[in-house]
């Protein structure tokens, strides 16, 4: 019966179209990242061009910058630092959410509650404030540190929205079957509860995703992203700082802007196509 699932569930993702679309741009640019170094010689900073910012040509696919930088191979650089901050700032954020959700969903009482004050905290606390007091005690900023704090406080909505869906589980009689026959709880969890909501849970890993993404390309934009890396955000905000839009220098910040805007709107799309695909209400017949 799961194998048969399976399949039902692949045969209706092919055939959505939100999620077909939506892999396709993913895929695209994850290609990119990968390939995309290959196809150039030179590192992101080098200095290339003597003649400063120049337009796309057959030299230099996406132009040049104020400082003669190859603009595509600061874009092949950054898509890397931008997947690899939604892969580990999303996945953070999901297993933390994770953790807590099953644990105040299923045990409730008191462990619910203190749980449930801490994820408030948590939920109305300044991030922009604690990041500019990181970056203050901190000379160098990495991708993994970026990663690591979104992931740490970007969990909360993800937290409330497992404990709800682990209340309404855990009085299923499968999960009163399962204890009346002495297993324990956290082994009722991840074994009876979980795999009822794998669905969700990759829908919501989907959302933390896209949502690390687009922290790190805000706070990468303001300058308070990594300060030995590159990424999509930072080459926005070199454009900016430099006036590349005042001098009409356009090919240096609409790659990156609209790189992030197709990946993260592609996540979205995909989130709602699965969304259809594991609803059969939803599911396009």
Request: hydrophobic share 55%; glycine share 10%; aromatic share 14%.
């Amino acid at each position: 019966m799961k194998k048969q699932k399976k399949h039902e569930i692949l045969y209706f993702a092919l055939r959505n179209n939100k999620v077909r679309f939506g892999f396709t741009i993913i895929l695209f640019f994850l290609l990119l990242t990968f390939v995309g170094p290959l196809l150039t010689h030179y590192a992101p900073y080098d200095y290339v061009n003597p003649k400063g910012a120049q337009p796309p040509s057959a030299k230099h696919w996406f132009g040049t910058t104020m400082f003669g930088q190859d603009v595509f191979t600061q874009f092949v650089h950054g898509l890397r630092a931008t997947f690899l901050v939604g892969a580990i700032g999303g996945a953070l954020g999901t297993f933390i959410g994770i953790v807590i959700g099953f644990t105040a969903g299923y045990r409730g009482g008191i462990i619910d509650e203190i749980l449930n004050m801490i994820t408030n905290i948590v939920l109305v606390i300044p991030t922009l404030a604690i990041l500019l007091i990181i970056a203050a005690y901190l000379t160098v900023r990495g991708i993994l540190v970026e990663s690591l704090f979104i992931g740490c406080t970007a969990w909360p909505w993800a937290a409330r929205a497992i404990r709800a869906q682990t209340f309404s589980l855990r009085a299923r009689d499968f999960v009163d079957l399962a204890r009346l026959s002495g297993m324990k709880d956290w082994r009722i969890i991840f074994s009876e509860i979980a795999p009822n909501m794998m669905s969700y849970l990759l829908l919501v890993f989907i959302l933390q995703f896209g949502g690390a993404i687009l922290i790190a390309a805000t706070l990468d934009f303001i300058g308070l992203g990594p300060t030995n890396a590159v990424s999509l955000g930072l080459m926005m905000n070199n454009a900016v700082l430099w006036g590349a839009l005042l001098l009409g220098v356009w090919w240096w910040f609409i790659p990156p802007g609209l790189a992030i805007t197709a990946i993260v709107g592609a996540l979205y799309v995909t989130n709602v196509g699965l969304d259809e695909v594991f609803n059969p209400k939803l599911r396009e017949m």
